[in-house]
């Protein structure tokens, strides 16, 4: 029902697609994966009318489209909806709003019909499986709802293909099934979707067909049947991975932190007590919205806990603000890499100091030599793929973005590293290269809190493991005795496991 | 209880304005003479109506500073017209028309070269207002036509006509922004310009015409304000921009775009707009006028600030916030 | 940063240098470069400070504001609290941290957008700065050794201002471009969650740059004030649009993160070189605003034409906007081309507008050969006029007379001045005129104490200077036209309402700004006489109508309600008269009867009504054309000291007494006589 042939598009000389080819029959979900840079934003937004191709075809239903005129709105008129990873939503208007505007056509005149529209958003809603009211503002959403919000219009618009990007990569695994649930029924429906995801795991659940990118053209398609999960990975990296992870045993010093009774009501967060030692990696695992960021941002000083304590090295300390955290040797590597990680219009050199400025400044005067130097060093440790490091954060790629975030708070020489989502939206090669690094810190004594809503990692780089429920740790496992069953077992508190545990 | 929750902006200043109105009442009764009432409302109605066009380009997530300066051209142009022998509903109709001629200059620096508004508005301000000030040399405009001042109407029967024609735009407005996609589309460029691309809405057209529109009713502001008087001094709406946008604030609109209402705005016109003439019948000296000006802009907008505070926003806003 | 922005700048500023150098032989002085140091040191430090707060991504509209409340407080504390002249600086720059600490606060501890906090704290400041003075209050007499700072010079040459620029520039360069606190701006102005995540201390940051404006506006009222001799409330109207207009040219982005010291410095020069060249030029000075516009939408469309293309990498895994980079894909070539379109505009504006003028000028003296080249032999005389503002309807009538006087004569006639009240401005122009060395200087002077230096200035270089319709002081011109003393205005007002109300009753006065001069001066004169001569007279209130008509009227139909036992209007600002008028005419209050200070034309029709019942005036075509005539005269050595007479041609001959060419009374114009006035 949707062939792409051939496209090709250049961003100021740059190749982003070198003629990439695709084909989406009714009732399919079509899984597209690739590394980060691959192709496949571009792919999308030029299928969806946001950018313009240089060449190439595009057929919908044996119609040919011309791509030169494809706007947002004929894309929609032509049956083609998208779900992005973060909604693109109205914050200051009703959900039923927000539907409605991408839903309704007609004279930019004709009188709204207020009634209509929740009622049929209520019914969108409740197709989408969820049940909350039309009439909230869609800033006062979670951002679950916000992709619920998403789906009930790409259903309501009777889209006929469906393009998911990364739709789960913020969801609680509840929320991923639902979700299946919802795509399953789309595609009995006859819907075709195109389903693009770094979670190799949904991709063999749910799709029919793969297809591979790879340095913006096609490298294969095949039916899921036909082709193995470590044939996708050498696909898409061009290269053979080793599947494990690069841990290896640190005999574990002092406790290094000793988190005692934090609680914040507003943040969420409840009665959470855990140790790190040097040369350990914690992992936090626990769904969306169980607390682990908000955990991390409580100790880092970003919020103010109601009570609790947190002891350094066994000495009580003060923390009202990130200074003071940074002070007493904590770092944390933000999960929202774009907004809080890095600083995409500033420089890789002024990006690696800005936590640290102390070090490369004199009386308070940044030195640019020094300064550079730093940042240098770290491109070599850290392998930063770029071309000089007065060049900015932004021009990276993803992966290589989270390792310059990685590199800022490593110049800052912490004892102890919390890391949130380290390998979210990195491409394989670099989630491979930030475990290395994360080894060698613990190998030098460092103390690691990883939060990761990936289970293989957890259970591949933790030497424990918290799992985090509500707001609180519900339990900490060891490594020995840790299975993904059991953890998800925890985070979700199923009955049954509950009682083993 | 959504409802009040909603409108809690408008209730605010409603109370802040009935809080006043009580003050008045209590130490000055003779501020709620009818012919006093009719005086603060006809010297408001053309701050009201740039407020409102104020209000559409706020709405939409962007800022005109040039109002005040639109507003001046549009009155020299009326009347210079109106002497020149140009019939009187031509004058009516060319005034507005020039003045959404101006705003469409910003709307399409604004919309179609994606510079921001404050920019552009800021030169445009200062060229307009240099420009005019240039071409007449401070001249007043004298000797109208005898049917200028009321517009061809009596003294008695001018304001209620300009009464009915502000109620009605006003109400045309509000419909237009609540009831109609034209207008919904308004709040969706200002709450989240790409998504609104992604939805389909022409975000460009939307600024432009805003711009545009805040042209047109700076222009009809500055008729309806002329017509109150037998001459016309080319100094005219200095300070304007400031007041309109004050107003807009004061009744609850986000500067950043998508968040607002025309009642708020209405409502900040009234306040602002009693608030020197209240002043005065309270004797208190003219010279602090400003300073009450400034302590009700902070307030409303500190107020407004810890509101928004409780209401936990958790959509990441996809553009910087504007200024 | 961008390097490349500030090379475009540079080449407009030399653009503008080359050009004015080649068409004014004054301009490339050194002199002249300096005095232009000099106007702009003020706006200098706001422009400088502004540069990081919009760096943050920030504004301050406050600024302007706070030069008027820091120069009140300077006076208050040196002249009311007996301060030492340095405590006293220290307390004003003090006032300017507290208030830039509460716009900082309301910014960064509450989140509060900036552009409506400093709205309000705008309104707020100027308020209080006219709630201390009551409006009128104005603070001179500040010692010699304080004046030296805005008005002496270093080794002669360099006014002693300039270097303070200088510091405050490398100090903000330092601070924003070097500093570890400088890069903490930057990267607020990129976002400040992620500035915060990096364990940045942004509140304080934030609170900081917000607090170093209002130090800086502090400074720059006390330089201005230095510079001025006279501390009021409405020091730096205005000034914060100007100050942005600088760091937005100089490649600022209002959304944050961009903008430079360098930068900034290019864009205030760009203005301020525009500005003296255009008055060099003798263009007149609306159309610097003009330019400016044009100028500032050149520089930032080309601005965004450049930098709208997208990153050489596609990086993002978002769908982020890429609206603009679509469309706007451009090549250096491109720019460059449009870049040279615009300039080539703005220049043909110039162009035209400066033969439009010459063409105007040659229209109004038909013998005129061309101001700008003149011949060495028998070259005609230039005569430089000034009124206090240019808009202003009693000027306009004023200059009717000049340029009568300027065609009798044969001489070339400069008519500028500010657009608005601005003693720093009529200085800047009596500098420029200084260096494009005319024959004559008349004034009506705005402030006396700031003006004299120049005036005096310009007397050392041989130039004639006049003053007229108010004086500087008296070694500082050779004449003045003397229309009507503060006393003689004063004394007929106040005689006048008292006939008009058989000296019993109550009456109502509406003033210009509340800061004005002029109209304070003959308030003080009528409270004295109310108090001496007529004790059954009230005065019940005084309203400022800011020189606006519809505020006149507005606060004239105030008036009558509050105090419906007000028998008499006086309006003492000359549009405030016929705003009166109308006010009572749409009233029908036939028993309140208007007078005031106004012009004749704007009046007749309510004085045909019977609602104005006198205007109070001295014939200013008159003093317009006997002022030019004094000029002339004085340029050509026919007046000379001693003499006790002076042609006044139309005007018959005219009494000299001592340094003071005298017009006449005040013309008392009511219904009998107003119809034989037409200006």
């Known amino acids: 029902m949707l062939t792409a042939t051939a496209i090709r598009k250049s961003y100021a000389g740059v190749r982003a697609l070198k003629g990439v080819s695709f084909d989406l029959a009714p009732g399919e979900v079509h899984a597209l994966v690739g590394e980060n840079g691959a192709g496949k934003s571009t792919l999308i937004k030029i299928i969806t009318g946001a950018v313009r191709a240089d060449d190439g075809a595009l057929e919908v239903d044996d119609e040919a489209v011309d791509l030169a005129r494809l706007t947002p709105a004929r894309a929609r008129e032509l049956g083609i909806a998208v779900i992005y990873q973060q909604p693109a939503l109205f914050p200051d208007l009703t959900v039923s709003e927000n539907i409605a505007l991408t839903l309704e056509h007609g004279g930019a005149w004709r009188r709204i019909d207020w009634r209509a529209r929740t009622d049929r958003a209520r019914d969108l809603l409740a197709r989408a499986g969820a049940a909350f009211d039309p009439d909230r503002l869609a800033g006062s959403l979670s951002m679950p709802e916000q992709q619920i919000v998403e789906i009930a219009r790409a259903i309501g618009a009777g889209a006929r293909v469906i393009l998911m990007d990364e739709p789960t990569a913020s969801l609680t695994d509840r929320e991923v099934d639902r979700l299946f649930d919802v795509v399953r029924t789309l595609r009995e429906t006859g819907t075709g979707i195109i389903y693009i995801s770094h979670r190799l795991d949904e991709v063999f659940t749910l799709a029919d067909r793969v297809t591979i990118l790879r340095d913006g053209e096609t490298v294969m398609t095949a039916p899921r049947g036909a082709v193995t999960r470590d044939e996708v990975v050498r696909h898409m990296a061009g290269r053979e991975l080793a599947t494990v992870f690069p841990k290896r045993a640190v005999t574990p010093g002092a406790v290094a932190l000793d988190v005692r009774g934090l609680t914040s009501t507003t943040a969420g967060v409840f009665d959470v007590s855990f140790t790190v030692r040097r040369g350990e990696i914690l992992g936090l695992a626990g769904l969306v919205g169980s607390g682990r960021t908000e955990l991390a941002e409580l100790i880092f000083g970003l919020r103010r806990p109601d009570r609790g304590q947190i002891l350094i090295d066994g000495q009580p300390v003060t923390i009202d603000r990130p200074a003071d955290a940074i002070a007493a040797g904590l770092a944390y590597v933000p999960e929202d890499r774009r907004r809080h990680g890095v600083v995409l219009e500033m420089p890789i050199a002024a990006n690696t100091s800005l936590a640290n400025l102390a070090a490369v400044s004199r009386h308070g005067l940044v030195q640019a030599s020094r300064e550079r130097a730093l940042a240098e060093r770290f491109r070599q440790d850290l392998q930063i793929k770029a071309s000089s490091v007065v060049a900015n954060a932004g021009t990276l790629s993803g992966g290589n973005q989270q390792k310059v975030a990685l590199a800022r708070w490593l110049a800052t020489a912490p004892a102890i590293l919390i890391l949130d989502e380290p390998t979210q939206g990195v491409d394989v090669g670099a989630k491979a290269e930030i475990h290395g690094v994360m080894q060698a810190m613990v190998e030098r004594g460092m103390a690691v809190i990883m939060i990761s809503s990936e289970l293989p990692e957890i259970l591949g780089m933790s030497d424990r493991i918290a799992v985090m429920r509500e707001g609180t740790i519900c339990a900490i496992v060891d490594r020995a005795d840790a299975t993904p069953e059991r953890i998800l077992a925890l985070a979700l508190a199923r009955p049954a496991a509950e009682a083993t545990a | 209880m959504i409802v009040v929750a909603r409108h809690r902006a408008e209730l605010s200043i409603a109370l802040a304005i009935a809080g006043l109105g009580l003050v008045l009442a209590i130490r000055a009764p003779g501020f709620f003479v009818a012919g006093n009432l009719l005086d603060v409302l006809l010297a408001t109605l053309p701050v009201l109506i740039a407020a409102i066009g104020a209000t559409l380009v706020i709405l939409a997530g962007e800022i005109d500073i040039s109002v005040g300066s639109i507003f001046a051209v549009c009155s020299v142009t009326a009347g210079v017209l109106a002497v020149a022998g140009v019939p009187l509903p031509l004058v009516v109709l060319i005034a507005p028309l020039v003045g959404a001629l101006l705003g469409a200059i910003n709307g399409a620096l604004v919309a179609w070269l994606s510079l921001p508004s404050i920019v552009v508005t800021l030169a445009t301000m200062v060229a307009w207002r240099d420009a005019l000030r240039w071409i007449t040399q401070g001249a007043w405009v004298q000797g109208l036509p005898a049917g200028f001042q009321w517009l061809g109407l009596s003294q008695a029967s001018y304001p209620v006509a300009a009464l009915i024609v502000t109620a009605g735009l006003a109400l045309a407005i509000l419909r237009g922004l609540t009831q109609v996609p034209a207008g919904r589309a308004i709040y969706a460029t200002g709450s989240n310009a790409e998504a609104a691309r992604l939805a389909g809405i022409d975000t460009r057209r939307v600024r432009f015409w805003t711009f545009a529109a805040a042209g047109a009713l700076a222009g009809l502001a500055a008729l309806l304000n002329a017509a109150r008087f037998s001459q016309i001094p080319p100094n005219t709406g200095l300070g304007l921009e400031m007041q309109v946008i004050a107003a807009v604030v004061v009744g609850g609109a986000a500067i950043t775009g998508g968040r607002g209402s025309l009642a708020g705005t209405i409502l900040g016109v009234v306040l602002l707009g009693m608030l020197g003439p209240a002043l005065t019948f309270l004797g208190v000296s003219a010279s602090w006028e400003r300073a009450f000006q400034g302590a009700i802009i902070l307030v409303a907008v500190g107020v407004d600030a810890l509101r928004a505070r409780r209401v936990t926003t958790m959509v990441p806003r996809r553009e910087p916030a504007r200024v | 940063m961008s390097r490349k922005t500030e090379l475009v700048l540079a080449a407009v500023l030399l653009a503008e240098i080359a050009i004015f150098a080649g068409t004014t032989d004054y301009f490339l002085t050194i002199g002249n470069l300096f005095e232009i140091g000099r106007f702009t040191t003020a706006l200098g430090l706001l422009a400088l400070a502004m540069t990081p707060v919009i760096v943050t991504g920030g504004i301050d509209l406050s600024v302007g504001a706070m030069m008027g ?611």
């Open chain 3, 69 to 679: 409340l820091a120069a009140v407080s300077l006076g208050i504390l040196h002249q009311d609290w007996h301060w030492p002249m340095p405590v006293a600086i220290a307390g004003a720059l003090g006032v300017g941290a507290i208030g830039g600490g509460l716009n900082g606060a309301c910014v960064s501890r509450f989140g509060l957008p900036p552009l409506i906090v400093t709205l309000g704290s705008l309104a707020l400041f100027r308020g209080v700065a006219e709630g201390l003075t009551g409006g009128t209050a104005s603070y001179s007499n500040f010692p010699a050794a304080f004046h030296a700072i805005g008005q002496g010079y270093l080794g002669g040459i360099v006014p002693a201002q300039l270097p303070l620029l200088a510091a405050a520039a490398i100090a903000t360069y330092v601070l924003l471009q070097r500093s570890t606190i400088g890069r903490a701006w930057y990267a607020i102005g990129f976002g400040d969650a992620g500035a915060r995540y990096a364990g940045l201390p942004v509140t304080r940051r934030l609170t900081q740059v917000y607090v170093i404006s209002g130090l800086a506006a502090a400074l720059a009222a006390v330089v201005y004030v230095a510079h001025i001799g006279q501390a009021r409330s409405d020091a730096g109207n205005g000034y914060e649009l100007n100050a942005i207009t600088a760091v937005v040219l100089g490649g600022a982005s209002v959304t944050g993160g961009r903008g430079t010291v360098a930068g900034t410095l290019l864009g205030l020069f760009i203005l301020a070189v525009l500005q003296n060249g255009l008055q060099l030029a003798a263009l007149p000075s609306e159309l610097v605003g003009v330019l400016t516009g044009v100028v500032l939408v050149g520089a930032i469309a080309l601005d965004r034409l450049r930098s709208s293309r997208p990153p050489s990498l596609p990086a993002s895994s978002q769908p982020v906007a890429s609206q603009p980079s679509q469309e706007l894909s451009m090549k250096n070539t491109q720019v460059a081309a449009i870049c040279i379109a615009i300039l080539a505009g703005a220049m043909v504006v110039a162009g035209t507008n400066a033969w439009l003028f010459r063409a105007l000028t040659r229209n109004s003296a038909p013998a005129v050969a061309g101001a700008a080249d003149p011949s060495p032999t028998g070259r005609r005389l230039v005569i430089a006029m000034m009124p206090k503002a240019k808009g202003d309807p009693y000027f306009v009538s004023c200059r009717l007379g000049a340029e009568e006087a300027a065609r009798e004569l044969g001489v070339d006639l400069i008519w500028d001045g500010p657009t608005g009240l601005d003693a720093a401005r009529q200085n800047e122009l009596v500098e420029s005129w200084i260096t494009r060395r005319v024959d004559a200087i008349a004034v009506s002077v705005e402030n006396r104490a700031s003006i004299s230096t120049a005036l005096r200035k310009a007397r050392a270089r041989g130039i004639k200077v006049i003053t007229w319709d108010a004086d500087a002081e008296p070694d500082a011109r050779d004449y003045f036209v003397n229309q009507a003393t503060p006393e003689g205005i004063g004394t007929t007002l106040v005689d006048e309402a008292a006939r008009l109300m058989d000296a019993t009753g109550d009456f109502a006065i509406v003033t210009g700004a509340l800061a004005a001069p002029n109209q304070n001066a003959w308030i003080a004169v009528i409270r004295e006489r109310l108090a001496s001569t007529y004790p059954h007279m009230r005065l019940v209130t005084i309203q400022p109508s800011d020189d606006d008509r519809d505020k006149a009227f507005a606060e004239a139909q105030t008036i009558m309600r509050v105090y419906p036992d007000v028998k008499l209007i006086m309006a003492i600002s000359a549009p405030a008269v016929p705003g009166a008028a109308e006010a009572v005419r749409q009233a029908n209050r036939r028993d309140v009867r208007v007078m005031g200070l106004s012009l004749p034309n704007m009046n007749k029709p309510y004085v045909h009504d019977d609602i104005v019942q006198t205007v109070v005036l001295w014939n200013t075509t008159n003093l317009g054309y006997l002022t030019v005539r004094a000029a002339a005269l004085a340029a050509n050595g026919t007046l000379s000291p001693g003499a006790t007479s002076l042609d006044g041609g139309r005007l018959g001959a005219i009494e000299v007494r001592g340094e003071e060419v005298l017009l006449g009374t005040p013309l008392v114009m009511t219904k009998e006589n107003i119809d034989g006035f037409d200006f």
